[in-house]
Nanobody
């Protein structure tokens, strides 16, 4: 499996914005779906947003209209632009990629980046 590295988390006030990035220097035949998930303390991991190789996106209802997922295939990077942040968005955000490498379908997770929304 390849290593995914997230960045861009931090502390932000309610109503603020953050942009998360998830990149890998690994080699891939195809990167299929790239996604962002989050896990708050004491809660289950939940889907935030996904984007397919063709750019089809899917969002959790709780972030629709506020978050935007995008990808740069040339840079093997996926982004999550988060606007109008709320305290309930506080969580560790993890990226997940489904990809094909050497003819094998694999999935990898990043280590996570903390997002804290607080005044």
């Amino acid at each position: 499996q390849v290593q995914l590295v997230e960045s861009g988390g931090g502390l932000v006030q309610p109503g603020g914005s953050l942009r998360l990035s998830c990149a890998s220097s690994g080699s891939f035949s195809v990167i299929n779906t790239m996604g962002w998930y989050r896990q708050a303390p004491g809660k289950q991991r939940e889907l935030v947003a996904t984007i397919t190789e063709r750019g089809i996106t899917n969002y959790a209802d709780s972030v629709k209209g506020r978050f935007t997922i995008s990808r740069d295939n040339a840079k093997n990077t996926v982004y999550l632009q988060m606007n109008s942040l709320k305290p309930e968005d506080t969580a560790v955000y993890l990226c997940n990629w489904d990809y094909i490498r050497l003819g094998v379908a694999l999935t990898s997770w990043g280590q996570g980046t903390q997002v804290t929304v607080s005044s």
